[in-house]
């Protein structure tokens, strides 16, 4: 599978990027309309601003990776996106419309951290449920269903109940229900933790055949930095404020790191208190 | 409002149950072996059992429901369903619904078979019709889910939920009417049997036992456990929110 790449080195970090055409992007004819658009996005969760004036695109069609420590700000970045955040304020554009709004919700698959199925159901039991719930009709359900366990490869399980599946198998049934109804929108909270290499290898392969098959535009949050190089964009977030928002590879050269690790913490330092940034030299 | 949402939820709480074979025989046999019980407790006094049988009749749902409905959206609140179920194009009115109809079914079985056993095996001696019966312990099952609905939005656990069962359900037993005549009660706690809804359950249960014919009271007391019912349901509605604080 064939990547694409953004040009290296370019732009400084906090200005919003403009979504770039994408090879893969659907209606090619008109411009490209950010997946996701944030202008000084703040919420604030009891007396703690928990996201600080946060301004980015996501563009459409590609895999955006949301990376930052546990703690960061990042759950509460996803739900604000899927609108099951209160207290947003800014401005938050997701596929066009204000972010929570109605005819939203069948348009985004969301897939929370902890897998948010019944374990008293099996995995096929669960699709089907929320399947009907999305308004696939009747006839089409079944095949909807077996297509969405076969992309998360849990076909061999569809009739184990959730509850007696392993914790990285129920996150697949969770992971399966939001590709329900081809979603133009996923946005998917740390769904690769706690498996194994291989299925991880797997899964970040259905996120790359989504985006260019499909056209679906994914965002996926993640606390493990060496996931980032799979994705094409990356929102480095730390303490609820957006450090830097490039490329994997725009983001090395313009840091001078070898690793999104050492970018980040770079990043840090160079954005932290000055004191710091002396002592470390400073960063180009 | 959607009518295909609210079955496909009633069906899949359904399903949840089918998978517990346990809670379904605990649920259907206990109201049928306490009533036992009861029969014998009363060896001397069968005109006791009559009187304490036919309102438990309209007690046992309701706390059997309220105990189920609050243990399972607990569940909904706490695994993370229900958020996902609120981020999709679901009614919150569909999701209230279907619950209410799926322990509605439930408690349908459940009164049959206690009302069953009391009037045919345990000779439960009632002058009106025992569908009155079946009738008043369905709305009260139905209160009982509006109930559990919602106190499960004001427990972080299952804990705390069960706990919520003497604060929420006992005080309504004492009050009822089934120790002593609510008439007879300090008059505070007469006023206070008045404004709740288990006493009108029992009141119902007691003029169905009384006389053969549906009476005006009956009709009362059951506009108002059924009024009641919708009033929490819709409470319980007001619970359910799609945003997080």
């Not at chain 1, 706690?194 to 299925?199: A, K, M, R």
């Not at chain 2, 009738?135 to 509006?146: C, F, K, M």
């Given at each position: 599978m064939n990547k694409p790449r953004r040009p290296p080195g370019q732009g400084s970090p906090a200005p919003p990027q403009r979504p770039q055409a994408h090879p893969a992007a659907p209606a090619a004819g008109r411009p490209a309309v950010p997946a996701v658009s944030a202008r000084d996005l703040t919420v604030v969760r009891g007396s703690r601003t928990v996201l600080d004036g946060l301004t980015f695109d996501v563009a459409p069609a590609t895999v955006t990776g949301l990376l930052g420590p546990s703690g960061s700000g990042k759950s509460t970045l996803i739900r604000a996106i899927v609108?099951?955040?209160?207290?947003?304020?800014?401005?938050?554009?997701?596929?066009?419309?204000?972010?929570?709004?109605?005819?939203?919700?069948?348009?985004?698959?969301?897939?929370?951290?902890?897998?948010?199925?019944?374990?008293?159901?099996?995995?096929?039991?669960?699709?089907?449920?929320?399947?009907?719930?999305?308004?696939?009709?009747?006839?089409?359900?079944?095949?909807?269903?077996?297509?969405?366990?076969?992309?998360?490869?849990?076909?061999?399980?569809?009739?184990?109940?959730?509850?007696?599946?392993?914790?990285?198998?129920?996150?697949?049934?969770?992971?399966?229900?939001?590709?329900?109804?081809?979603?133009e929108l996923l946005v998917l909270d740390e769904p690769t933790v706690?498996?194994?290499?291989?299925?991880r290898r797997d899964l970040w392969d259905l996120f790359h055949r989504l985006a260019a098959e499909r056209g679906t535009t994914l965002l996926i949050s993640s606390h493990v930095m060496d996931e980032a190089d799979r994705c094409e964009h990356l929102l480095l977030v730390r303490e609820g404020t957006l450090l830097a928002s490039d490329s994997p590879h725009a983001l090395r050269t313009r840091t001078g790191s070898d690793t999104i690790e050492d970018a980040f913490l770079n990043l840090v330092e160079s954005t932290g208190s000055p004191s710091r940034e002396r002592h470390r030299g400073g960063t180009p | 409002m959607n009518a295909a949402r609210t079955f496909t939820t009633a069906r899949r709480v359904l399903r949840q149950l089918g998978h517990d074979p346990r809670s379904?025989?605990?649920?259907?046999?206990?109201?049928?072996?306490?009533?036992?019980?009861?029969?014998?407790?009363?060896?001397?006094?069968r005109r006791g059992f009559d009187g304490i049988g036919a309102s438990l009749l309209g007690i046992f749902p309701m706390v059997t429901m309220f105990l189920v409905t609050s243990i399972a959206t607990l569940r909904e609140r706490t695994s993370g369903t229900l958020?996902?179920?609120?981020?999709?194009?679901?009614?919150?009115?569909?999701?209230?619904?279907?619950?209410?109809?799926?322990?509605?079914?439930?408690?349908?079985?459940?009164?049959?078979a206690a009302t069953g056993v009391a009037v045919w095996l345990l000779d439960l001696d009632i002058a009106?019709?025992?569908?009155?019966?079946?009738?008043?312990?369905?709305?009260?099952?139905?209160?009982?889910?509006?109930?559990?609905?919602?106190?499960?939005?004001?427990?972080?656990?299952?804990?705390?939920v069960v706990q919520f069962m003497p604060v929420v359900i006992f005080p309504q037993i004492l009050l009822c009417g089934l120790f002593a005549p609510r008439d007879s009660m300090q008059p505070v706690l007469e006023a206070l049997s008045d404004v709740l809804p288990m006493s009108y359950a029992v009141d119902g249960m007691t003029e169905v036992l009384h006389h053969t014919e549906a009476t005006g009271d009956f009709y009362r007391d059951l506009a108002v456990v059924a009024g009641c019912a919708l009033l929490v349901l819709a409470l319980g509605a007001a619970t359910l929110r799609r945003r997080t604080p």
């Open positions: 609108g099951t955040q209160a207290k947003v304020t800014g401005t938050l554009d997701v596929l066009g419309g204000p972010a929570g709004s109605a005819p939203l919700r069948s348009r985004l698959g969301y897939v929370t951290q902890a897998p948010s199925v019944y374990a008293d159901l099996s995995a096929r039991q669960n699709l089907d449920y929320f399947a009907a719930v999305l308004g696939i009709p009747r006839r089409d359900r079944d095949r909807a269903v077996a297509q969405a366990l076969d992309d998360v490869d849990l076909a061999s399980h569809a009739d184990d109940l959730a509850g007696n599946l392993s914790g990285g198998q129920r996150s697949r049934v969770s992971l399966a229900v939001a590709l329900l109804g081809a979603p706690g498996l194994d290499p291989v299925l | 379904i025989a605990l649920l259907l046999l206990v109201p049928v072996l306490l009533l036992v019980l009861l029969y014998y407790v009363f060896d001397a006094n958020e996902r179920l609120l981020s999709m194009p679901l009614g919150k009115a569909d999701l209230i619904a279907g619950y209410a109809l799926a322990f509605g079914l439930l408690a349908v079985v459940q009164a049959s009106g019709s025992p569908w009155l019966l079946l009738l008043i312990a369905l709305l009260d099952a139905l209160l009982g889910t509006a109930l559990g609905l919602f106190v499960s939005a004001f427990a972080a656990s299952e804990f705390q």
